[in-house]
Nanobody
Framework: QVQLVESGGGLVQAGDSLRLSCAASGRTISTYGMGWFRQAPGKERDFVAAISWSGGSPYYADSVKGRFTISRDNAKNTVYLQMNSLKPEDKAVYYC????????????????WGQGTQVTVSS
């Protein structure tokens, strides 16, 4: 089993930056594809970004492309989401997820999910 814990969320102003972390425990995620998703109030959960086991092939939703960067440190069993130029519409609960497949993307099946961290962006 893999446990995922997100951190780094908070309240920021539009234009600010945040870095989310997703720390895994229970087993190594070095061979797992990893993704970030978000869910705004009253909306479905949406794909944000994904990264393969090696850190290559990052994939982003169009809404965050050029502003967000996903990365991973397999030695620390942690995945990150650097969010720059935040907008009020980025407000959501952000979740990380792990896929036992080596790659990851918006349509992959994710096997483990964290509890989420709240990001609020004021205008």
């Amino acid at each position: 089993q893999v446990q995922l814990v997100e951190s780094g969320g908070g309240l920021v102003q539009a234009g600010d930056s945040l870095r989310l972390s997703c720390a895994a425990s229970g087993r190594t995620i070095s061979t797992y594809g990893m993704g970030w998703f978000r869910q705004a109030p009253g909306k479905e959960r949406d794909f944000v970004a994904a990264i393969s086991w090696s850190g290559g092939s990052p994939y982003y939703a169009d809404s965050v492309k050029g502003r967000f960067t996903i990365s991973r440190d397999n030695a620390k069993n942690t995945v990150y989401l650097q969010m720059n130029s935040l907008k009020p519409e980025d407000k959501a609960v952000y979740y990380c997820a792990a896929a036992i497949t080596a790659s990851a993307g918006p349509s992959h099946e994710y096997d483990y999910w964290g509890q989420g961290t709240q990001v609020t962006v004021s205008s």
